[in-house]
């Protein structure tokens, strides 16, 4: 049986909506689009949402709303994707890499206050030596889909007097709370700004797609401005009869817009987002009972003050148990037609910011003791146990073949 990385969960609804959206003949930006920015802030309990053509779309509108310019600094975690560093390049300011937290792997709150302390003193950090320009923005990123310490950033960013803004591609829904009698809080509700992902494989879907979310007018108001060339309010309004054909250049925009095609498909996702996170909470669990007291893997920790979206089961090979390393596994497992995936080799290791920065190995040891060993076992709504259960034969083969 061959088990994919991920798979859509698909419905007739979905299909429908879309088929609904081609007849209209209304494809771009338009109703749709709307109403799913209003459905969604409403889910997340913000008062403003933009629906973008991606994640990165709306981290790089999140940090020109709150004003980094060319020579700033913004603290990103070095174990994320690439997304969450590259859209400060895109104002040739300057990304300062923080480790992650052992357990979680989410941002070190530890780290980032001797980091921002470094910064505001003109002292070296980690990979980078003074002067720096100054700093802007945080932005924790919540790994697989556990939501990072918010409360530790909040503090750090009440601190040194800047704007948090939240990489929530993993996630949908989680929530986190300060202590066991304190009420949950929902990702989207924590943070200036937070960002998510609609791309395939995430907990919602629109093909390609994303959203940012703020309390904030002003923030909501530029990020829309610049989301469609600079145009002025209601841009897209032009085409309606509600609309004028007048418009005007406030600033020099982007075209990061979502299609109402896509709002068609985030829609439906959108009333299915509970259903999706119950079945993904399921085969983790399901993962948990089978592959416990299983010594080639440590198993992912939901932690105590957190629930857990579950868009990665990212597990961490025990190298003393194995006679072979991380990436011969992937490939053993390929060869059983199991598809896995690694998340992520951290920034600072990349050739780019090697080179740039001058980062590289030994400088965030936490990072660079996990990401080795890291593996992502299939997971996705609509796995069924016996996909699940061929990846957890595989491995137990596997384990016999080439364990210690």
Known sequence: MAVP???????????????????????????????????????????????????????????????????????????????????????????????CDPVTQCIDVVKLRETCAALKAGKPVAGLKPPYGPLKALIPMHYGGQMADVDGVAQVAKEFGVPVIEDAAHTLPAYTRSHAQAPWRQVGSTADITCFSFYANKCITTGEGGMAVTQREDYAERMRVMSLHGMSKDAWKRFTNQGSWYYELVAPGFKYNLTDIASAIGLQQLKRADALWAERKQLAERYRQKLQGFKGLELPVELADRQHSWHLFSVRVVPSAWSIDRAKLIDELKALSITCSVHWMPLHLHPYYRKTYGYGEGLFPVAESIWPRLISLPLFPGMTAAEQDEVVQGLESLHRRFGR
């Open 5 to 99: 990385f991920f798979r859509p969960s698909i419905t007739r609804a979905e299909i429908d909506d879309v088929v609904h959206c081609l007849e209209s003949g209304w494809l771009t930006t338009g109703p749709r689009t709307k109403q799913f920015e209003e459905e969604f802030a409403a889910r997340v309990g913000a008062k403003h949402a933009l629906a973008l053509n991606s994640c990165t779309a709306a981290l790089h509108l999140a940090l020109e709303a709150v004003g980094v310019q060319r020579g700033d600094t913004v603290v990103v975690p070095t174990m994320t994707f690439a997304a969450t560093a590259e859209v400060v390049r895109y104002f040739d300011a300057t990304p300062v890499l923080v480790d």
